[in-house]
């Protein structure tokens, strides 16, 4: 008894000692204008915000507004309420999808109630590039603008030209991200425009949902996959374009998951546990406790299910409590019997204590995961640190091999100096009196070296007497395996 308390105090005190990493703050704004007024309305728009908005939230951002057919004034508020949210953010994503225009190398996204009568309306009834990348200025990170705007411009037919020289281009122009950790993507290069597909997503926005938030996939890379799904869905007749003032370092919208430890015993449980955590509803840890019925994982899973349980047994209670007080207030201020009043008043009372105790146990499960965490943690880094020892070891096998090898090459070479000299050859003697009768005449070296070198494994191929090469890349070798310094071009 007294270990199991020992125990339940030290988990206790782990969980409030430890302070768990914070991740990056990801906000994301995004909006889909179909409806316009005074044009055709477009049809894809709509649906293809719909799915970038749904693939943030999957991806945990921590802040999505979709927002869809917005007006001029909406527009701007949309974009100084998200640039409130882009404090203390890491990463800022706006996406706009709709009509885009350029005008006299300016670049703009244009609200459902714009008119365009003439050129010079544009400033007045459209929103400019630089104005959205003011919204997404505050991160730290990356500022990421995605403009699937780039469609054919439909105001041009009708729009009055107030000046001669000002040009008005087809689709958007390119431009340069010139402010750091900026990435600027359109739909369709300068002077193109881009497609909406026959299916229910554009062939852009299709292959954003494939690739941006792939985890660990730098967003640099993404966006090279996206441009060539989009070339081949269009027939090379759509490129995408994007420009960016990103450092050396991978900028994924997504972490990757973390590397897992050198260990076969329980990966693929782990796998799936990764997988549920991504995820992170409360179907996903039913599933996972489904297949995996018990051990460690599983164990973990289950809190991660019942905090979740917690948390939203904690909303409800808050909600009703809520309710309760303000009907309180309400038979009160409306001057109901006494009886009521008092019933209202336990009502509120009882559902002021459900709300607390649903915090209580809100953060007693937190206090459980955050335990269980720690033991995670700990087995993770025993098995890091398991990994290493078996890699230092290996290290040390192999040194001590190399050091064998030398010493059998030393002691070989003494063996050969000790050796008495051979009796001279009087047939040598008669072919070269000057060759001493103990070593090779210099034009046999490289030829007996070579073969000395096949002899123990560090040579390929034919002996020709060549020291060519080949043949100073086996004495190389050979210096490598037995820890000797011969000078590889001289034989």
């Known amino acids: 008894m007294r270990r199991l308390a020992a125990f339940v105090a030290v988990a206790w005190a782990c969980c409030l000692a430890s302070q768990p ?12 204008n179909s409806s316009y007024q005074n044009v055709p309305a477009l049809t894809n728009p709509v649906n293809d915000a719909a799915a970038i908005a749904e693939m943030f939230r999957k991806a945990m951002f921590d802040v999505v507004e979709s927002r869809r057919d917005l007006k001029y004034m909406e527009m701007r508020r949309a974009l100084r309420d998200f640039a409130d949210n882009a404090r203390g953010a890491d990463v800022a994503v706006i996406y706009f999808a709709g009509h885009g225009l350029e005008i006299d190398g300016t670049n703009y996204v244009v609200p459902v109630d714009a008119v365009f009568e003439r050129d010079s309306d544009v ?3 459209a929103i400019s590039l630089n104005r959205i990348l003011v919204a997404a200025e505050p991160a730290t990170k990356l500022r990421l603008v995605i403009l699937d705007a780039c469609r054919d411009n439909p105001f041009a037919r009708k729009m009055k030209r107030t000046i001669a020289s000002r040009s008005l281009g087809r689709g958007l122009v390119g431009v340069e991200a010139n402010k750091p950790n900026t ?41 090279g996959f996206v441009r060539d799904d989009v070339l081949s869905a269009t027939g090379n007749q759509q490129e995408p374009y994007t420009t960016n003032s990103l450092g050396g370092n991978d900028v994924a919208l997504v972490a990757a998951p973390p590397a ?15 997988l549920a955590e991504r995820v992170g509803t409360r179907e996903a840890w039913d599933s996972f406790v489904a297949a995996h019925s018990s051990g460690f994982y599983t164990d973990l899973a289950k809190a991660q299910r019942n905090k979740l349980a917690a948390e939203a047994e904690r909303i409800a209670a808050t909600e009703k409590a809520r309710q309760a007080t303000e009907e309180k207030a309400r038979l009160a201020a409306e001057g109901a019997k006494a009886a009521e009043q008092a019933k209202a008043a336990a009502q509120a009372k009882a559902a002021e204590e459900a709300r607390l105790a649903a915090e209580k146990k809100k953060q007693a499960e937190e206090a459980k995961l955050a335990a269980a965490e720690q033991v995670k943690q700990a087995k993770q880094a025993e098995q890091v640190k398991l990994a290493e020892q078996q890699r230092l070891a290996a290290e040390r096998a192999k040194e001590a091999e190399r050091a064998k090898v030398a010493s059998a ?13 051979k009796p001279r050859d009087p047939a040598v003697a008669s072919l070269a009196p000057d060759a001493k009768p103990d070593r090779p005449v210099p034009q046999d070296i490289p030829r007996l070296l070579q073969a000395e070198l096949k002899r123990v494994g560090c040579k390929t191929g034919d002996i020709d007497g060549e020291w060519n090469t080949a043949a100073r890349r086996a004495l190389a070798s050979f210096n490598d395996n037995a820890g000797t310094k011969f000078d590889v071009k001289l034989a």
């Open 21 to 32: 990493a914070l991740a990056d703050k990801r906000v994301a704004l995004v909006i889909g």
């Open 123 to 125: 400033d007045d009834e």
């Open 183 to 223: 990435f600027i993507a359109f739909a369709a290069k300068e002077g193109s425009t881009a497609s909406d597909g026959d299916g229910k997503n554009s062939p852009f926005s299709a292959a954003l949902l494939k690739h941006l938030t792939t985890p660990g996939l730098d967003i640099r890379k993404a966006f």
């Open 260 to 274: 897992a430890p050198a260990t076969t015993g329980n990966a693929d449980v782990r796998r799936d546990y990764e």
């Open 409 to 421: 090459e030393e002691q070989r070479s003494a063996e050969n100096q000790a050796a008495p000299a």
